[in-house]
């Protein structure tokens, strides 16, 4: 459930660190507020959370079938764990979103991430887990060092998590074939309720964050 994922101790850190533009080292150590790449900034509680609840709304209103599919840009913040923030992500909208779903009534959900680097926390939460297939294409071996494509899932998630590692340059075409040949038949024989799609922008040939060749 989406409350038990949720850590009230680093929630309140990370706006504390918000409120007053600092964290204590015991802070930092423990939840990485302020370290290794996750800086504190004005809006990193509000903007997160934000991005949170707009997922987790929108995932509500998917499951009233209230619409057929919903756009969330804020979302995406798929390193975070329940009380570590990674990556420049302090809160983990996909996982809260997908929780949100499976307490609403869904059993079927494909996760499919897009971004350059891999999302470790998504996958960490739903191992596993049948109820989520998870897809990930990205850079590999990069930031975090996750995403090995033996990594295929334990216990029930077992054949459930797929870990794409997209060679140096991987272009439009590469990605065309990955979704032809992997994505497709799993979603086909998964027959997924919902798809949530994370869309990081970062495998763009222009962005310098990674070493892909998407366009636009």
């Not at 090995?148 to 216990?155: A, K, P, V, Y």
Request: hydrophobic share 35%.
């Amino acid at each position: 459930a989406s409350d038990v994922y949720k850590r009230q101790g680093y929630i309140d850190a990370v706006a504390a660190a918000e409120r007053t533009g600092d964290a204590p080292e015991n802070i930092r150590r423990r939840h990485q507020i302020g370290a290794n790449g996750n800086p504190i900034f004005d809006g990193m509680y509000s903007r997160s959370a934000t991005a949170c609840g707009g997922g987790m709304l929108g995932a509500q209103i998917l499951m009233n079938n209230e619409t057929d599919r919903v756009y969330a840009p804020g979302g995406g913040q798929h390193h975070a764990r329940s009380d570590l923030a990674s990556g420049f992500c302090f809160f983990n909208e996909p996982v809260l979103s997908i929780l949100t779903m499976l307490e609403c009534g869904a059993e079927r959900v494909f996760y499919l991430d897009l971004d350059a680097h891999h999302g470790n926390g998504t996958e960490q939460i739903f191992y596993a887990s049948n109820d989520v297939l998870f897809v990930s294409f990205h850079q590999h071996p990069w930031f975090p060092g996750t995403g090995d494509c033996l990594r295929s899932g334990t216990e029930a998630g077992l054949g459930y998590n797929y870990n794409i590692a997209m060679p140096t340059w991987s272009n439009n075409e590469s990605y065309i074939r990955g979704f032809n040949e992997i994505v497709i038949p799993l979603a086909e024989k998964f027959q997924p309720q919902l798809i949530l799609v994370s869309l990081g922008y970062d495998a763009h040939w222009m962005d310098h964050s990674s070493v892909l060749g998407l366009s636009t």
